[in-house]
């Protein structure tokens, strides 16, 4: 079971409910748990980290009078930026581009 919800949902309990029942979850990050999204933020931005970063990214697309593209970063969870969040595993972002 994989359990996916916008920020609202991005909360320990939450999550630590999901792992319980032996499930996955996918949430996004935004300024309602703002230390998770600093931790998030260095996790990115640190050398340290790049070597397991995962990049995964969708050709140019034409289509409906638009150009998009869209790619994913993946990289595993420090454990020293979990902050009680020990249920996260990956951490991943999101970046489109439309025109």
Not at 4 to 21: H, L, R, S, W, Y
Not at 54 to 72: A, D, L, M, P, Y
Request: hydrophobic share 35%; net charge positive.
């Amino acid at each position: 079971m994989i359990i996916t919800g916008d920020a609202m949902f991005n909360n320990e309990k939450i999550c630590q409910c999901v792992k319980d029942q032996c499930g996955d979850y996918i949430f996004t990050a935004k300024n309602n748990q703002k230390q998770l999204v600093r931790d998030i933020k260095v996790a990115f931005n640190h050398s340290k980290y790049g070597a397991n970063k995962r990049i995964f990214e969708q050709e140019i697309h034409k289509e409906h009078g638009r150009i998009e593209q869209r790619s994913i970063e993946v990289i595993d969870m420090p454990w020293e930026n979990l902050n009680g969040f020990a249920t996260i595993k990956l951490i991943a972002k999101l970046k489109r581009f439309r025109f």
